[in-house]
């Protein structure tokens, strides 16, 4: 499969996520809906799926990127690193 960038931009704006959950009134997505949205294949590699596809999702809906180990992982501290950060939305990735 080709990812040309018009491939990426299109994927990425039609993905229409649903939040995972909210926490006060910060939207919570999930990194493995947007894979799935974009690449149902898995076929990108994880460094280009971050570089082209996460960082244009979180462009699009003025969003940030929250990321820690399971043990580490806290849908609290991924809404404070949104709210800190002036925005009401936040993707998330567990790394374990």
Known sequence: MSFTNNFIEDKVKNANLEPLTNWDEIEIYNICHLMVAVDPTYSMPYEEFNKKVLNRWLELN??????????????????ETARKAGKTKVMVEDLS
């Open 62 to 79: 003025d969003a940030v990127y929250y990321a820690a180990p399971r043990e580490n992982f806290s849908y609290y501290d991924a809404a």
